[in-house]
């Protein structure tokens, strides 16, 4: 055996014991899950990802390759947080809410803090047709804008572990709140009028408030629109007063509450 095929055998080697770690790990993270639920623990924890990047970084510093192997144990990280997904959640989490509710804001810290994929519905629908949602109502009508949106739902119903952040109008036909749950469990964020107001003031994609960009109205559209809303939901949270963090763990720990009675 030459030199090289020597380095190739310990090469090798080393991969083995990665493998063979990384399945232990994998194993840990999962256990880690049923411990924090059989102790009723806090599932979220970005303060101790924190301190394990903090750690790698001063074990790493200085050293050869250093950038490499962070960037490797960041996908590990990644990974492992998939794992936490789909230990938690075998189906699609589907955000709705009045605009300004805070269902992107929630979609984005969820999928961070699980790395689900998160669909925008606005956005895709947006994207796909060339043209802001005004510009779709405006030149389209709302029917045709409810029929992309049914279309899209229906779509999703092929994927799993991803966050669906809904228009604020989404719940209103019934047909898309049948689509959203074949696939998922239907949360509704909620907020006050005031909060709603202060929110969305400054946008100017969303064509139901354009010309109408005060508390009254934004209170009389919530209220017409509250008992589909919450016809639709599986879970009701309440925004006011909390940071992302407090809301993503009420959600987790009141999905959980739900699945365990299903």
Known sequence: MNHLDELRVRLSVCDEQILECLLKRNAIVEDIMKYKESHNMQII??????R???KLEQELEGKRHAKEILDIFHRITYNSKKIQARHLFHY???LIGFMGSGKSTISDYLSTM???DAVEMDQIISQREGMSISD??????EEYFRNLETNLLVEMQSRNNVVISCGGGTPMREKNVAEMKKNGRVVLLTA???????RVKDSHDRPLLENNKNVSFITELMEKRRVKYETAADVIIETDGKNELEICEELVQRLMELDEKR
Request: glycine content about 4%.
């Open 114 to 116: 699980f790395a689900m």
């Open 52 to 54: 394990q990047n903090q």
């Open 45 to 50: 924890q970005p303060e101790q990802e924190k």
């Open 136 to 141: 779709i109502f405006a030149v389209y009508g």
């Open 192 to 198: 006050s009028p005031e909060t709603i107001y202060h």
């Open 92 to 94: 699609n989490i589907v």
